[in-house]
Every structure is written in structure tokens, then in C-alpha cells.
């Protein structure tokens, strides 16, 4: 059975934007390594108009999505054991190793958030995971959703065509990616890094070791703390 992603949606028209293009777009529609599925939220509506959404309790602006039209479109779905996530501001950070977690899965259920937000009662009750892709906030959930599922679909075997490209990319062991070059040896004035055309490959994977770090210490200081914690619990034979 492929990977599965269903997404629950006000606007199922915007899918499956990004994801039917390029590797993941032909991984999909051609070669059935992942299935995309979509539920419009507001069929499950028992208002005449489709309103799934009403004033929020307590008082305040804005409007929050209804538990009871959520519940009904989650019913609607097979589940069949996959995690139920709610792209969300407020929810835990996105991250590789829970993007793996959910890779290994069947597939994901996705529920795409609008207006102030979910009930949280459906959230609760359901067993959804609220989930951040950034310290942004975005009109809806749909393009975090699509983010989430792209990340997920991209570590199924046989997408990406060779496996081992996702070995040294970022977030893979803590550290961000080194640099990438390519022709011309020479842009505008600046040139491939010599160790990278001498065919000398211990010396240049220690070159992009040494870049992965440089990167990450300079860019993204808490993953740099959190590296040097993990390597200090290791002891010096892993250094």
C-alpha cells in the first residue's frame, strides 16, 4: 500500500499545488508510491450555506472552526492508524525526526486550520497533534499542510529515485547542510572551492564536514548548542 496523506480543507482546490510537480509529483501520479486524498470540510456542515465556524467563546474577533463539523469529516475518513496532525501556530515545531516518525507510518491525516482557529475539544478528543512549520502565521493550513507531506513523502522509498541523497542534508544528525557548487568553476567572480575539484574524497569530506558546522554555529545556534550537548553525552570517542 503507498503512502497515504489526507487532508482535511475548506479549499481542497489548492491541492495538490507543489506536491504534483517535479519527483513528488511523478512518484504520485505515475508510479502510485504515495496517494493524496482531500475532504471538504464544509459538506459536513449541517448548514444550509456550509458554515462550519461560529463566534468564539468568552468573546473576542474572529471566528473558530466547529467541533462537531470537524468531527464529521474526521468520521468520514479510514484512518487505518495514521497520526492525526492540525497545522497550526501554536503547535510543536516540525521537525526531521517526527517527519520520519510519520514517514514510517501509513500515512498522515492532516487537518488544515482557518479563521482563529480549531475548537479545541475536536483537537483533544480526536487525538489531533498541533503542529508549527515556523514562527509565522498564516492565513490557513494549506500550505503548511502541503509542507508537512512533501517532507514526509520525500523519505518514501524509491521518490527521490537515490535514497542516500537525504543522508547529509540538514537536520539529518543535527547539523544543517554544507554548501553545494556546481559549473561554471567560476561566477561573477567566485570560484569552486579548490578541495571540492581535487578528486581527493577524504579531504573533502572533511571539507563539508567542517562547512556543516561552520553553518550551523553561525545560523542556527540552538541546533549548534543542542550538537555539542549530544557529542559531550557520547563521550570523546565520538568527536
Same mark, same amino acid.
Given at each position: 500500500?503507498?503512502?497515504?496523506?489526507?487532508?482535511?480543507?475548506?479549499?481542497?482546490?489548492?491541492?495538490p499545488?507543489?506536491?504534483?510537480?517535479?519527483?513528488?509529483?511523478?512518484?504520485?501520479?505515475?508510479?502510485?508510491?504515495? $496517494?493524496?486524498?482531500?475532504?471538504?470540510?464544509?459538506?459536513?456542515?449541517?448548514?444550509? @450555506?456550509?458554515?462550519?465556524?461560529?463566534?468564539?467563546?468568552?468573546?473576542?474577533?474572529?471566528?473558530?472552526?466547529?467541533?462537531?463539523?470537524?468531527?464529521?469529516?474526521?468520521?468520514?475518513?479510514?484512518?487505518?492508524?495514521?497520526p492525526?496532525?492540525?497545522?497550526?501556530?501554536?503547535?510543536?515545531?516540525?521537525?526531521?525526526?517526527?517527519?520520519?516518525?510519520?514517514?514510517?507510518?501509513?500515512?498522515? *491525516?492532516?487537518?488544515?486550520?482557518?479563521?482563529?482557529?480549531?475548537?479545541?475539544?475536536?483537537?483533544?478528543?480526536?487525538?489531533?497533534?498541533? *503542529?508549527? *512549520?515556523?514562527?509565522?502565521?498564516?492565513?490557513?493550513?494549506?500550505?503548511? $499542510?502541503?509542507?508537512?507531506?512533501?517532507?514526509?513523502?520525500?523519505?518514501v522509498?524509491?521518490?527521490?529515485?537515490?535514497?542516500?541523497?537525504t543522508?547529509? =542534508?540538514?537536520? =539529518?544528525?543535527?547539523?544543517?547542510?554544507?554548501?553545494?557548487?556546481?559549473?561554471?568553476r567560476?561566477?561573477?567572480?567566485?570560484?569552486?572551492? =579548490?578541495?571540492?575539484?581535487?578528486?581527493?574524497?577524504?579531504? *573533502? $569530506? $572533511?571539507?563539508?564536514?567542517?562547512? @556543516? =558546522?561552520?553553518?550551523?554555529?553561525?545560523?542556527?545556534?540552538?541546533?549548534?548548542?543542542?550538537?555539542?550537548?549530544?557529542?559531550?553525552?557520547?563521550?570523546?570517542?565520538?568527536?
Open positions: 500500500m503507498p503512502f497515504v496523506a489526507t487532508v482535511l480543507t475548506m479549499f481542497p482546490e489548492a491541492f499545488g507543489a506536491l504534483g510537480v517535479s519527483l513528488i509529483g511523478t512518484a504520485w501520479r505515475e508510479q502510485n508510491l504515495w $496517494a493524496l486524498e482531500t475532504v471538504d470540510i464544509r459538506a459536513f456542515s449541517k448548514d444550509k @450555506r456550509g458554515f462550519l465556524d461560529d463566534t468564539p467563546a468568552g468573546g473576542g474577533p474572529g471566528q473558530v472552526m466547529r467541533a462537531d463539523v470537524i468531527a464529521a469529516a474526521l468520521d468520514s475518513v479510514d484512518l487505518a492508524g495514521r492525526l496532525l492540525c497545522m497550526s501556530a501554536r503547535g510543536r515545531p516540525l521537525t526531521k525526526a517526527r517527519v520520519k516518525e510519520w514517514a514510517e507510518a501509513p500515512g498522515i *491525516v492532516i487537518l488544515c486550520g482557518r479563521f482563529e482557529g480549531v475548537d479545541q475539544r475536536v483537537l483533544d478528543v480526536r487525538g489531533f497533534e498541533e *503542529v508549527a *512549520v515556523g514562527d509565522a502565521v498564516l492565513a490557513g493550513g494549506e500550505a503548511a $499542510a502541503m509542507l508537512a507531506i512533501e517532507a514526509c513523502v520525500r523519505l522509498p524509491g521518490v527521490l529515485g537515490n535514497q542516500t541523497s543522508t547529509e =542534508e540538514s537536520f =539529518e544528525d543535527g547539523l544543517l547542510e554544507h554548501p553545494q557548487f556546481t559549473r561554471p567560476d561566477f561573477e567572480g567566485r570560484e569552486i572551492p =579548490e578541495v571540492l575539484l581535487s578528486g581527493h574524497h577524504k579531504r *573533502v $569530506a $572533511a571539507w563539508r564536514a567542517e562547512q @556543516r =558546522e561552520i553553518t550551523t554555529r553561525e545560523r542556527r545556534p540552538d541546533l549548534w548548542a543542542a550538537h555539542l550537548a549530544n557529542q559531550q553525552l557520547k563521550g570523546p570517542s565520538s568527536t
